[in-house]
Each structure stands twice: as C-alpha cells, then as structure tokens.
C-alpha cells in the first residue's frame, strides 16, 4: 500500500547535527513532491520544507532556513533532512508528507521524533 | 510566514453541525483555491479531509464540507458522531510557494 516511513529521530545535544529518513513505498516516488512537516509537543503543525520531484526545487520556513537541507534519493525511494546547528526549539515530531496534485498533503508517515537537550 | 488563525476550540453535541474558520491573508488563503484541511486523533499523524477548499478524497464523509470567502476558509462538520472528536488543521499554498498551518481546533463531541 502506498506508505511513508520516516526514521533517524533520537536525542541530540543543542548545536549537533542529525539526519532524518523517509523511506516511500507504493507509488511511483520520482513523481511527487515531498514535505517535512513538524510537531512540537502538544502543539500545532509546523510546515518546514519541501522538495520536488526531482529534487530542483526545495523551499524552506523561516525557522529552519539556513540550518536544515531537504534532499531525496529517487534511486532509493527515500526523502532526507539534514538537520544542523539544532536548537531546543527543534524538539518535535517530523512527519514526511507526499505533496497531492492538488498541492495538500494526502500520504503522512507515522512520524520519527526528534528531542533536543540543552 | 505567520500562523493561520483558527479558533483553539469548538464543541458540539452528537447530530449538531459546528463549523470551523481559518483566516489568512491574500498571499495565501485569498489567493489560491488550495486550502486544505486535516484531522488528527491523539498520537496518530494528519489525515487529509478536505482540499482544494471544498473537495473530499475518496473515503472520507461527506457529512466534512468545505468553503471560502476572500481571506476565510471554513470546515463545516454535519451530522457529529464522537469519533469525529479530534484536532482539526487548515492549511493553505502561499506566494512564496510553501505552505503555512493553523494554530489547530480542538473539537469536542459533548
């Protein structure tokens, strides 16, 4: 079935560096544009990037700009951030979400949580 | 890239209908049909329920319906059964070509 499964969360000091994965299952990857979307602890979603299908095109929140990278691996199926310089602020859930035809979000992973410690 | 503004909570009891706003600017829900919305249940991820401002996907009740007027979308939920008691997300394209949230709307089935 059509799926996506983020991995890669963990604890990480504030400062330090972390990559997270999104492995795609079920359609045709190279085709859709990809999202990062985040959730602090009881709060609301937080867009952070996306990337299209070919990986030409990648734009990114404010918050994150300059500090995180989104890429893909077509060959492999599998979306990436790189998450640097982090900061306690970056503590939240990740979900990777698949960009719809109609630009929303139809396909979420389960979601890889990310906890950074001062 | 400020928050779309949504109410943090609505209720309703079982049968009544509740509505849902979510107001932006120009640059994003006044300017593009592509407001969307989502439901998340506690420790599960976002399930698209509506997009392109009024559209369902496949599967999803027809008793979730949604509009917009200039820079106000709504989510107009008919019909409240208790399993529709979650947080609901709007969200919407945007000129710098992201996408930008809601703050979200806790929905209470009384």
């Known amino acids: 079935q059509v799926q996506l499964v983020e991995s890669g969360g963990g604890v990480v000091q504030s400062g330090r560096s972390l990559r997270l994965s999104c492995a795609a299952s079920g359609f045709t990857f190279s085709t859709y544009g990809i999202h990062w979307v985040r959730q602090a602890p009881g709060k609301g979603l937080e867009w952070v990037a996306v990337i299209s299908y070919d990986g030409s095109d990648k734009y990114y929140a404010d918050s994150v700009k300059g500090r995180f990278t989104i890429s893909r691996d077509n060959s492999k199926n599998t979306l990436y951030l790189q998450m640097n310089s982090l900061r306690v602020e970056d503590t939240a859930v990740y979900y990777c979400?698949?960009?719809?035809?109609?630009?929303?979000?139809?396909?979420w992973g389960q979601g890889t949580m990310v906890t950074v410690s001062s | 890239q400020s928050a779309l503004t949504q109410p943090a909570s609505v209720s309703g009891s079982p049968g009544q209908s509740i509505t849902i706003s979510c107001t932006g600017t120009?640059?994003?829900?006044?300017?593009?049909?592509?407001v969307s919305w989502y439901q998340q249940h506690p420790g599960r991820a976002p399930k698209l329920i509506i997009y392109d401002v009024s559209n369902r996907p496949s599967g999803v009740s027809n008793r979730f319906s949604g509009s917009k007027s200039g820079n106000t979308a709504s989510l107009t939920i008919s019909g409240l059964q208790a399993e529709d008691e979650a947080d609901y997300y709007c969200?919407?394209?945007?000129?710098?070509?992201?996408?930008?949230f809601g703050g979200g709307t806790k929905l209470t089935v009384l």
């Open positions: 120009s640059s994003d829900v006044g300017g593009y049909n592509y």
């Open positions: 969200s919407s394209y945007t000129t710098s070509t992201t996408r930008v």
């Open positions: 979400a698949r960009d719809s035809r109609s630009l929303a979000l139809d396909i």
